[in-house]
C-alpha cells in the first residue's frame, strides 16, 4: 500500500516561515491535499491540488509537489497556525485515500 | 454549503456492531460521493470507506471484512457498520464529502465512539 510520510513535529518562530514535507513514491505525479486540524476540531482542507487554496485560506499557505516531497510552507507564521497538519492523496491503483501519519506545528 | 451531521450510540460493547449514520444538510448538488473517517486518541487519520448515492461502495482493506456502508438518498444520508469491534476501535469518527478533486472538502464535527464492557 501506499505510505505518506511525515514529519512528526515542526518549531516556527512567528514571523518565521514553517516547511512541512510529506514523502511518497513519486508523489510528484499525484494530486496531494493538505488539512489543518486544531484541538477538538475536524480537519479543514487548507491546500488542494498541490498549490490550490480553497475560498477563505490565507495566501500564507501555499503547496509545492516535485519528485518524491510534497511541501506546505507556511509564511508569517501566526499562533493561530498551531496545529497538525496532515497531507492525502488518491492512489489509483487501489482506489484507496491515504493521509501522512500528521506534523505537529508549534508557534514559539 | 453543506453541513454534515454524525450520530450514534458513543459507547459499544466488544465484539459488538458499531453503527453511526451521517447526515447532510445544505446544498444537496455536492452529494455523490462521501467517506468515513475515523482518528484514534493522540493519532492520526484512518479512511474507512466511500460510498457514491447509487450505492456503490469501496472499503479499506484494513477494515474491509468488517465495514458495512449505506446511503439513503430520500434522507440524505449515510450509514456506517463496523462488526466485531474492540478496543483498538475506539475513536472519533467523521464522515466527509469527496470532491472530484479526491479531497474531503466538508466534514461533520465528528462523534466519538467508546468501545467498553
Known amino acids: 500500500s501506499y505510505v505518506l510520510t511525515q514529519s512528526p513535529s515542526v518549531s516556527v518562530a512567528p514571523g518565521q516561515t514553517a516547511r512541512i514535507t510529506c514523502g511518497g513514491s513519486?508523489?510528484?505525479?499525484?494530486?496531494v491535499h493538505w488539512y489543518q486540524q486544531k484541538p477538538g476540531q475536524a480537519p479543514l482542507l487548507v491546500v488542494s491540488?498541490?498549490?490550490d487554496r480553497p475560498s477563505g485560506i490565507p495566501e500564507r499557505l501555499s503547496g509545492s509537489n516535485s519528485g518524491n516531497t510534497a511541501t506546505l510552507t507556511i509564511s508569517r507564521v501566526e499562533a493561530g497556525d498551531e496545529a497538525d497538519y496532515y497531507c492525502?492523496?488518491?492512489?489509483?491503483?487501489?482506489?484507496?485515500?491515504?493521509f501522512g501519519s500528521g506534523t505537529k506545528v508549534t508557534v514559539l | 454549503q453543506v453541513q454534515l451531521q454524525e450520530s450514534g450510540p458513543g459507547l459499544v460493547k466488544p465484539s459488538e456492531t458499531l453503527s453511526l449514520t451521517c447526515t447532510m444538510s445544505?446544498?444537496?448538488?455536492?452529494?455523490?460521493?462521501w467517506s468515513w473517517i475515523r482518528q484514534s486518541a493522540g493519532k492520526g487519520l484512518d479512511w474507512i470507506g466511500r460510498?457514491?448515492?447509487?450505492?456503490?461502495?469501496n472499503y479499506n482493506t484494513s477494515f474491509k471484512s468488517r465495514v458495512t456502508m449505506s446511503v439513503d438518498t430520500s434522507k440524505k444520508q449515510s450509514s456506517l457498520k463496523l462488526s466485531s469491534v474492540t478496543a483498538a476501535d475506539t475513536a472519533v469518527y467523521y464522515c466527509?464529502?469527496?470532491?472530484?478533486?479526491?479531497?474531503?472538502?466538508?466534514w461533520g464535527h465528528g462523534t466519538l465512539v467508546t468501545v467498553s464492557s
Open positions: 466527509a464529502t469527496i470532491s472530484t478533486a479526491g479531497n474531503f472538502d466538508y
Open positions: 445544505g446544498d444537496s448538488r455536492r452529494w455523490y460521493y
Open positions: 460510498i457514491d448515492i447509487s450505492g456503490n461502495t
Open positions: 513519486n508523489i510528484g505525479g499525484k494530486s
Open positions: 491540488d498541490d498549490s
Open positions: 492525502q492523496v488518491w492512489e489509483s491503483n487501489s482506489d484507496h485515500y491515504v
